[in-house]
Antibody
Framework: QVQLVQSGGGGVQPGRSLRLSCVAS????????MHWVRQAPGKGLEWVAF????????DYADSVTGRFIVSRDNSKNTLYLQLNSLRAEDTAVYYC?????????????WGQGAPVTVSS | SVLTQPPSVSAAPGQKVTISCSGS????????VSWYQQLPGIAPKLLIS???KRPSGIPDRFSGSKSGTSATLDITGLQTGDEADYYC???????????FGIGTKVTVL
């Protein structure tokens, strides 16, 4: 079955870095666009970043542009999010989500979430 | 938020609720809308894609529609298990970003 398994969350001090991973199985990862979405405590969903199926295009939310980097390794069925220059307001649960081809940006599958806490 | 949803809706078991999602020509007006259900403490789940398509396994009690710059999610035959937060989402061609509504909390009375 379709599965996205995340790892890499945790606590970090402001200004430091963290890398999140998302390993896909049960579908052809190399054909899916992939997104990162986050949810701050008690808040709604916030889209963070998107990477095309082949990595040729990447888009970011204004709140993370220049600090976060999305990447993928299709040979390892793995999506990454590098979080740099972290701020307290980046504290959230981070989800990876799969966007099937020709679905019009529908997040059909989700990881279990990785909590990131930025605090001194 | 770029997309406007009511913060909450409620109804008795077996009744119907309607959740609206209002946007603009740069998002809903020219892109597909999806709807997501988030039960407390777990990851969201796709309910509706491409305005009105249900993924496999989603009951036909859930239906979506779109007209102009607004979209709607209907839930009929409301059940206690439907208590959750519901989010609309779509691509915004001007922002070059995916946008979510603020979320609507559904309460079964």
């Amino acid at each position: 079955q379709v599965q996205l398994v995340q790892s890499g969350g945790g606590g970090v001090q402001p200004g430091r870095s963290l890398r999140l991973s998302c390993v896909a199985s049960g579908f052809t990862f190399s054909t899916y666009g992939m997104h990162w979405v986050r949810q701050a405590p008690g808040k709604g969903l916030e889209w963070v970043a998107f990477i095309w199926y082949d990595g040729s295009r990447k888009d970011y939310a204004d709140s993370v542009t220049g600090r976060f980097i999305v990447s993928r390794d299709n040979s390892k069925n793995t999506l990454y999010l590098q979080l740099n220059s972290l701020r307290a307001e980046d504290t959230a649960v981070y989800y990876c989500a799969g966007d099937p081809p020709n679905s019009g940006f529908a997040f059909a599958s989700w990881g279990q979430g990785a909590p990131v806490t930025v605090s001194s | 938020s770029v997309l406007t949803q009511p913060p909450s809706v409620s109804a008795a078991p077996g009744q119907k609720v309607t959740i609206s999602c209002s946007g603009s020509s740069s998002n809903i007006g020219n892109n597909y809308v999806s709807w997501y259900q988030q039960l407390p403490g777990i990851a969201p789940k796709l309910l509706i894609s491409e305005n009105n398509k249900r993924p496999s396994g989603i009951p036909d009690r859930f239906s979506g529609s779109k007209s102009g710059t607004s979209a709607t999610l209907d839930i009929t035959g409301l059940q206690t298990g439907d208590e959750a937060d519901y989010y609309c989402g779509t691509w915004d061609s001007s922002l070059i970003a995916y946008v979510f509504g603020i979320g609507t909390k559904v309460t079964v009375l």
